[in-house]
């Protein structure tokens, strides 16, 4: 039987439920409640604003956008939302999912910790960011009722410390290739949680290069 939260039906596909059991066997409780609340928020948002999109798609790209932050899915070079990007391309393929959705998926997944983009693009690429900023950021908190954040959470808790347990979780999935957060808000991260980072500077990059002039 399907389930719904907050009026939002959860996808119920044989796809879909393979993503659930996938991240559910994969991530973290913290990781994987965090995702699942990222397609309701983006859901809801995308109801708020009366956006037509898929919401399967919209599923898989809320349910991966953190698997590159854990293992075996974490690169040793790329950024880890390319390596999520990845794994849900190479899951979609597997499924016979058309490359135009698979692109959506994968901007979606890719782009969601760039701020300023995402909103100009597809509605299951401005949904995934969407549900994003409000569930760790807290963004557009008060669009949504107390009702509507009240049964999000209780289906999927933030529980005591998500704020502090979500960086963890992004400092951990970063912290062994502090090259890749260079120009990106996870260079927040490890300046805050790793004492050893030295933060790359675009302007130093420039300034230093091989030119001349």
Not at 69 to 74: A, T
Not at 144 to 173: C, Y
Request: net charge negative; proline share 4%.
């Amino acid at each position: 039987m399907a389930t719904t939260i907050a009026g939002i039906k959860i996808p119920d596909s044989i796809m879909a439920r393979e993503a659930t059991d996938l991240v559910r066997d994969t991530e973290t409780d913290l990781l994987f409640h965090h995702s699942r609340r990222v397609f309701l928020f983006g859901a809801l948002t995308g109801e708020r604003k009366a956006l037509k999109y898929d919401p399967e798609l919209l599923y898989i790209g809320a349910m991966f956008h953190d698997m590159g932050l854990v293992e075996p899915y974490s690169s040793k070079d790329e950024r880890f939302e390319v390596d999520g990007a990845n794994a849900a391309r190479d899951f979609l393929l597997r499924h016979g999912i058309a490359e135009t959705d698979i692109e959506q998926v994968w901007d979606a997944i890719a782009l969601h910790t760039t701020p300023g983009i995402p909103k100009h693009k597809k509605p299951v690429v401005a949904l995934v960011t969407a549900g994003v900023e409000m569930d760790v950021l807290g963004l557009a908190y008060h669009d949504f009722t107390q009702e509507q954040r009240d049964q999000v959470t209780h289906a999927h808790p933030r529980g005591e410390g998500f704020k502090e347990g979500i960086i963890d979780a992004f400092a951990q999935g970063t912290i062994h290739k502090p090259e890749t957060t260079f120009g990106n808000v996870k260079a927040d991260v490890l300046a805050l949680k790793d004492p050893h980072y030295h933060r790359g500077n675009f302007c130093s990059i420039i300034l230093g290069s091989a030119w001349k002039q």
